[in-house]
Each structure stands twice: as structure tokens, then as C-alpha cells.
């Protein structure tokens, strides 16, 4: 199934080279330009699951945000999150797969409003909402 977007807000815009094994990417307005080697070999670079971990993170920040005063609760200034994306073989090795965990550290609220909160962004989020169905996604609230 197929979501259809009510109105583009933003499209971002990258050109790719040689993959995760020696590549590179660069975003088109140059913000982004990044070596691409893969996990563990070594090479100076990044990874695509580097980069997917940082930016559901940033992103699920981003929906805690604009969600906070619909829930009535205020996001600390220094809220962070620690982000595990695990890359895998499935299908008894036929194919790969990631899972992703993301741990929430919200300083200052208590349980009730903490889970609230995640729960809510977690409707919201462009990459909850991307990933749904699709990986394991484990969310933990410090």
C-alpha cells in the first residue's frame, strides 16, 4: 500500500557513487558529502545504517517536538536519543535486513508523560510511520 503525501513540504536530493564499498554521496546543496565503507572494515567513511540511525533519531526529536503541546508536555532542552540500527541476513540468509532500537532520555519528566510523548511521536514520525510493518522497531524510554 502505497501513502500518498497531501502536500510536498520538502525533497531532499543526493547523488550516489560505487554503493556502501568505497562510495560516496553528497546531498545536492553540499551539506552532505560523505566516504561510504562498509561496517567493521576499517576505511575511513560512513555507512548507510550510520546514517539511517542519526536520522530517525534526529527526526523522531523533531515529531516529540511538534507533537509536545498537543500531549501538554514541554521537551527538555537536552532530550536525546541513543540509536542502534542492526543490519542482518533474513529469510535464512537471502536477503538482509535492519532493526532498529532507539533509546529515548527525555531529563526532567516523569514516566507518565515521557511515554506520552514517545507514543504520540511515534504516530507521527515520518520514519515510525516509513518503517511500520516493515522492520522491528524497539523504542526505550530512559
Known amino acids: 500500500m502505497t501513502t500518498q503525501l497531501d502536500k510536498v513540504l520538502y525533497t531532499a536530493e543526493a547523488h550516489t557513487t560505487g554503493g556502501r564499498d568505497g562510495g560516496a554521496g553528497k546531498s545536492s546543496d553540499g551539506a552532505l558529502d560523505v566516504k561510504l565503507n562498509p561496517p567493521g572494515s576499517g576505511k575511513a567513511g560512513t555507512n548507510p545504517e550510520q546514517l539511517f540511525a542519526v536520522g ?8 516529540m517536538k511538534a507533537v509536545a503541546s498537543k500531549v501538554g508536555v514541554k521537551v527538555p ?12 541476513p533474513t529469510n535464512g540468509g537471502a536477503a538482509y535486513g535492519i532493526a532498529v532500537k532507539l533509546t529515548i532520555h ?17 504516530q507521527v514520525c515520518p520514519y ?12 526505550v524510554i530512559a
Open 77 to 88: 532542552e537536552d532530550v536525546s536519543i541513543d540509536s542502534n540500527v542492526s543490519l542482518g
Open 56 to 63: 530517525y533519531a534526529a527526526c523522531f526529536i523533531g515529531a
Open 106 to 122: 527525555l531529563p526532567g519528566l516523569d514516566g507518565d508523560a515521557k511515554k506520552k510523548l514517545v507514543d504520540t511521536a511515534h
Open 128 to 139: 515510525s510511520n516509513a518503517t511500520r510493518g516493515n522492520i522491528p522497531v524497539e523504542l
